[in-house]
């Protein structure tokens, strides 16, 4: 079980990091895979879209350093936390009337695999 709590806590740090640098780098493009309608046409639409792209990069950069300055125990409170984020994710798509398929299919997905990779790390079933 060890391995795959540790696994699902590494994919979601390099999965969360990967979309934070698709967000800064063609932040329109990223949020096509997100659930919602495309946001407004405006000057400043880019760089609001690119605050998500830095909180993705830094989220997975904290599993990241968890994971190796730290012990299990702490990757899978740190993972719990962070599933947070793909809950709330998913519910404010759906809360929109975003694509449900998205949001349970790629958000809610994702919050489960990161509480069930957490779970054993905290009980220490790792």
């Not at 979309?19 to 493009?29: Q, T, V, W």
């Not at 958000?107 to 990779?117: C, K, P, Y």
Request: net charge positive.
């Amino acid at each position: 079980m060890y391995w795959f709590s540790m696994g699902v806590a590494l994919l979601a740090a390099i999965g969360i990091i990967a979309i934070g640098f698709m967000y800064l780098a063609n932040p329109r493009g990223a949020t096509q895979s997100f659930g919602l309608p495309l946001p407004e046409a405006g000057a400043n639409v880019a760089w609001w879209l690119r605050l998500k792209g830095v909180r993705d990069v830094v989220s997975g950069l904290v599993v990241l350093a968890v994971m190796a300055w730290d012990g299990p125990r702490m990757v899978g409170i740190v993972l719990l936390v962070e599933a947070l984020i793909p809950a709330g994710d998913m519910s404010l798509v759906l809360a929109a009337r975003g694509s449900a398929g998205r949001a349970l299919g790629i958000h809610g997905v994702t919050a489960a695999l990161m509480i069930a990779g957490a779970v054993p790390l905290i009980l220490g079933a790792g």
